[in-house]
Every structure is written in C-alpha cells, then in structure tokens.
C-alpha cells in the first residue's frame, strides 16, 4: 500500500516561493501518476500538476509557468516548487498516487476524484498573503 506524507508548507508574501515535498512509500504499480492538488474550505479539491513515470508534466493553466513538479532519482520524493506565489494558490495541498497513469487521473470530476485515486497524503496548508 502506498503511503504519501508532505511537507514544505507555510506563509509567504506574494511574488515569494514555497517547495513542497511528498515523501513515497510502498510499491507503486509500474505506469504510475503522481499528482499534486489543492483545495480551499468549502471548495472543490482542484488538480495542480502531475508527473508521469516517463516523467512528462501537465499544470493547470493558472500555475503553468510558476510551479514546476519533479521527482527525486530514485522516484520516492515528489516535489512542487512554486514561484511568484499568488492569493489565490492559498490551499492545503495534496500529494496523490493513481496507479492507472496521468491521463486517466486528469478525466476524473473534482467529486469522483477524492475517492477515485489510490493515495493521498494528509495535506501541508499554503497561505500566501497580498
């Protein structure tokens, strides 16, 4: 079974950045996606970026170009930097694992998807003030 924990969260000013980490556990299937979501209280938890084992990305249309996820070389550390840091990337931010790959992890609605994918860490809480 695989396990996520995060870390790297905190307060910062807008224009500053945060690294994020999700250390992995437990054995992955061999087509994996590792992702990265956000959500505010009250609202819908909403994919960031994702990471494939081929080590192809997608962002969301609001990050791309600021945030970048990454990999350690031995695939056990999941990473999102983020740059120029707005309000609204205010969240807890979540690492997630679905073993059937990025593309299938992509289709699922913000409802399905809390249930759907295989994994989630706890969560590390971003505030980025104005």
């Known amino acids: 079974q695989v396990q996520l924990s995060e870390s790297g969260g905190g307060s910062v000013q807008a224009g500053g950045s945060l690294t994020l980490s999700c250390v992995v556990s437990g054995k992955r299937f061999r087509n994996y996606c590792m992702a990265w979501f956000r959500q505010v209280s009250g609202t819908e938890r909403e994919g960031v970026a994702s990471i494939d084992t081929d080590g192809n990305s997608r962002y969301i249309d609001s990050v791309k170009g600021r945030f970048t996820i990454s990999q350690d070389d031995t695939k056990n550390i999941l990473y999102l930097q983020m740059n120029n840091l707005k309000p609204e990337d205010t969240g807890t931010y979540y690492c997630?694992?679905?073993?059937?790959?990025?593309?299938?992890?992509?289709?699922?609605?913000?409802?399905?998807?809390?249930?759907?994918?295989?994994?989630w860490g706890e969560g590390t809480l971003v505030t980025v003030s104005s």
């Open positions: 997630a694992y679905d073993r059937i790959g990025c593309s299938a992890m992509w289709r699922w609605t913000p409802f399905e998807v809390v249930t759907a994918l295989d994994a």
